[in-house]
């Protein structure tokens, strides 16, 4: 079992729709959560930043971590086709020498169309 | 704004030849990783480096060697290369310290026939 599991998709919606992504771990010593976005022959960037179990918002983004659960999710508000990428869910521990590896997803592209 | 850069944005290479992949970051990160990503498969770390001269061993290093000589620069070396090998192969660095995010270059298409 990878220690992340990512729903490849593709997942795809009408602009204005409300986008939910998600991704669960087995690793209970993940702290940090983030989310990355990568569009089409570019390198990811960091889109969503959260510490331990909670909700962030920023703008139409909106990042949830249930660590009771091992869930973490990423909820697009009004989608828009700009938002068109493949979003990677990402996440690490703050123990040990493996202290800024990152374990991703496998990443769900997503299709916004007019 | 960090940047990081790859020598190459594609590249194809005959079956055995020994590859060179370089990545250069210009904000003073102690870590860097090399990854490939294929579909279905995602990102999968090869190799990271937590400082200069040192190297750890991600999930897939078989096939691969890495070099870090200099704080900016981390070199992905395919010693002998295979078909398999034919990938998006992307170099990232992050500071160690705060977030530690990791940045990410542009990637590199690399083609083995």
């Known amino acids: 079992q990878k220690e992340v599991e990512q729903d490849p998709g593709p997942l795809s919606v009408p602009e204005g729709a409300i986008v939910s992504l998600n991704c669960t771990y087995s690793?209970?010593?993940?702290?940090?959560f983030m989310w990355y976005r990568q569009y089409s022959r570019k390198g990811p960037e960091l889109l969503m930043y959260?510490?331990?179990?909670g909700n962030k918002e920023d703008g139409r983004f909106t990042a949830q971590v249930d660590k009771s659960s091992k869930y973490i999710s990423l909820f697009i508000r009004d989608s828009q086709p700009s938002d068109s990428a493949t979003y990677l869910c990402?996440?690490?521990?703050?123990?040990?020498?493996?202290?800024?590896?990152?374990?991703f997803g496998r990443g769900t592209q997503l299709t916004v169309w007019p | 704004d960090v940047k990081v850069t790859q020598s190459s944005r594609y590249l194809v290479k005959r079956t055995g030849e020994k590859v060179f992949l370089e990545c250069v970051q210009d904000?003073?990160?102690?870590?860097m990783f090399w990854y490939r990503q294929d579909p279905g498969l995602g990102l999968r770390l090869i190799y990271f480096?937590?400082?200069?001269?040192?190297?750890e061993k991600g999930d897939i290093p078989e096939g691969y060697s890495v070099s870090r000589e200099k704080k900016e620069r981390f070199s992905l070396i395919l010693e002998s290369a295979s078909t398999n090998q034919t990938s998006m192969y992307l170099c990232?660095?992050?500071?160690?310290?705060?977030?530690?995010?990791?940045?990410f270059g542009p990637g590199t298409r690399l083609t083995v026939t």
């Open positions: 990232a660095s992050s500071s160690g310290g705060g977030r530690n995010e990791q940045y």
């Open positions: 690793n209970s010593a993940f702290q940090y």
């Open positions: 959260t510490y331990s179990s």
């Open positions: 990402a996440m690490r521990s703050n123990r040990g020498s493996t202290l800024g590896r990152l374990y």
């Open positions: 904000m003073d990160h102690e870590n």
């Open positions: 480096s937590y400082d200069v001269k040192m190297k």
